[in-house]
């Protein structure tokens, strides 16, 4: 299994950035997909997970109303869309997959390399 995440960068403060995960060597269509983030010195919290049809998007408070996490079974891609970015988004930001059922919490099967979103004030 290998999950791939692109898209990060360096953005000012109100800019939006599109993440995008590609999952390969797992039925896509089975697995919950999720978006984590880590800052340095801190420990890694979740973001944004989907469920397998996309009708159910938790997210976190931090982040609701600004960010979208959508995903594209046929491609085997997931996406969280960032709007109005704000400095303490600032993070490595990793997509992760589980089978089954929904979490919040970083019990995921299969963890991407992560990408580096830093966002200037």
């Known amino acids: 299994v290998q999950l791939q995440a692109c898209g990060g960068g360096l953005v000012q403060a109100g800019d939006s950035l599109r993440l995008s995960c590609a999952a390969s060597g797992l039925t896509f269509s089975t697995y919950v997909m999720g978006w984590f983030r880590q800052a340095p010195g801190k420990e890694r919290e979740f973001v944004a997970s989907?469920?397998?049809?996309?009708?159910?998007?938790p997210y976190a408070d931090s982040v609701k109303g600004r960010f979208t996490i959508s995903r594209d079974n046929a491609k085997k891609l997931v996406y969280l869309q960032m709007n109005s970015l704000k400095p303490e988004d600032t993070a490595v930001y990793y997509c992760?997959?589980?089978?089954?059922?929904?979490?919040?919490?970083?019990?995921?099967?299969?963890w991407g390399q992560g990408t580096q979103v830093t966002v200037s004030s």
């Open positions: 989907i469920s397998l049809s996309g009708s159910n998007t």
């Open positions: 992760a997959a589980r089978p089954g059922v929904l979490a919040v919490t970083p019990r995921y099967d299969y």
